[in-house]
């Protein structure tokens, strides 16, 4: 058995699967993952639990099967959302400097983040983070560390995430009703992001795409800071459903040549070519064409990462991806599409694989882990924030409010 005060575990609640990552931090701060459990989700759709009974069931069973992987007891858990209310803004924070030598002291600091949080969002939303980006002084901006320094006017940018209240209890609440802690709430796009972007990539700019059964979130960093997040309730399941309706054939068929014939690139050759299909009740036997197949799949996946850099447009960010981006999630799995992807954005493209932590290699290279993992690397951070030592190395910072108290 572990050290229980060493143990970390992140729990997602997806649209197609509930996964729990358990990790382990070890003397020299390292992170080693040890344990890993599944469920097939029943209970959620588009990121969101949509019946809570069926839900709590499925979590229960990820969380059994990850604690006799990793032999503990889970008491509680980093705890992933998302959904199309989750959105993310920047927003600047002012403060002036009063004391007489105008020098700028940590208070003068908790002042200008408080400002900057203090956003007006309506009364019913509640802010999932609040990233510290850069602070300027009388100006000047890019500064890192502003004590000691001397000005008369602070100033903050952060970028805000938040979601509806409501919403954003009712993964808490399955998750407290099996006698399990909530550590912490965390953006799935900023956990997939901890997972698989190196230092140097978020310094240079770069876009994490994860691309799950109900939504896909996404994060841009550049300068070694979030830019820009966002949520599109558009998925792997979307794709299963076009794929039904465009074949005429039932969704768990749809599913099944989705896996075993699917692409995101297609062309006329394919036409030529016929998928055998079994006969089930109730329906006649009849060939499916691969082409056909295949061009519903493109459709759908590069309206997808077009709406994606429609919003990175319009966010003046389009251009600040030097170093490329990475896809995650289960979908990233899909044959070629990583080729779309690099014709629409016309930058390079890799499938996520996680960075700086060893373990489960069965984890560990598979993009649809990702979420999971970087939870737990969140709450690596916090254990590092609790004993004193650095967060997100320098000048990164994600505080965390428990849901149930308002801000």
Request: glycine residues 12%.
């Amino acid at each position: 058995m572990f050290d229980s005060s060493s143990i970390i575990v992140g729990l997602e609640i997806g649209t197609s699967k509930v996964c729990a990552v358990v990790g382990e931090l070890n003397p020299n701060n390292s992170l080693n993952i040890i344990g890993l459990g599944q469920s097939k989700s029943r209970g959620a759709r588009k990121g969101e639990i949509s019946n809570a009974t069926t839900a709590a069931e499925d979590i229960r069973n990820a969380i059994v099967e990850a604690e006799q992987m990793a032999d503990v007891e889970i008491r509680s858990v980093f705890l992933g959302v998302s959904g199309a209310h989750v959105t993310g803004f920047n927003n600047r924070g002012v403060h002036t400097v009063v004391s007489a030598d105008r020098e700028i002291t940590e208070d003068d600091l908790d002042d200008v983040i408080k400002n900057a949080k203090a956003v007006n969002v309506s009364a019913d939303n509640y802010i999932i983070h609040a990233v510290r980006q850069h602070f300027l002084v009388d100006g000047q901006e890019d500064v890192a560390s502003p004590v000691g320094m001397v000005g008369s006017r602070l100033e903050v940018d952060m970028h805000i995430i938040h979601g509806k209240f409501n919403r954003l209890q009712n993964p808490v609440r399955a998750v407290k009703g099996l006698q399990l802690e909530v550590d912490a709430i965390v953006y799935n796009g900023l956990a997939s992001s901890l997972a698989v972007l190196s230092r140097e990539q978020k310094e240079m700019g770069s876009l994490v795409i994860d691309i799950g059964g109900g939504t896909t979130d996404y994060v841009i960093y550049h300068g070694g800071i979030i830019r820009h997040t966002g949520v599109i309730s558009v998925g792997g399941d979307h794709v299963s459903n076009d794929l039904a309706f465009g074949l005429k054939v039932p969704l768990g068929r749809a599913e099944e040549l989705k896996i075993k014939h699917g692409s995101a690139l297609w062309d006329e050759s394919e036409n030529k070519e016929t998928i055998a299909s079994h006969q089930q009740r109730g329906f006649p036997s009849r060939g499916i064409n691969l082409g056909h197949l295949r061009r519903i799949m493109s459709l759908r996946l590069e309206e997808t990462f077009q709406l994606i850099a429609e919003d990175i447009a319009n966010a003046g960010l389009l251009n600040h991806l030097t170093g490329g981006i990475v896809l995650c999630g289960g979908v990233s799995r899909t044959p070629k599409l990583a080729a779309l992807a690099e014709r629409i954005f016309r930058v390079p493209i890799s499938v996520g694989r996680t960075h700086s932590i060893s373990g489960l290699k069965s984890a560990l290279d598979q993009p649809e882990f990702s979420t999971g993992i970087g939870l737990v690397k969140f709450g690596t951070f916090q254990q590092r924030k609790r004993s004193g030592g650095k967060l997100f190395g320098s000048g990164f910072r994600v505080p965390f409010a428990h849901l149930f108290k308002r801000r």
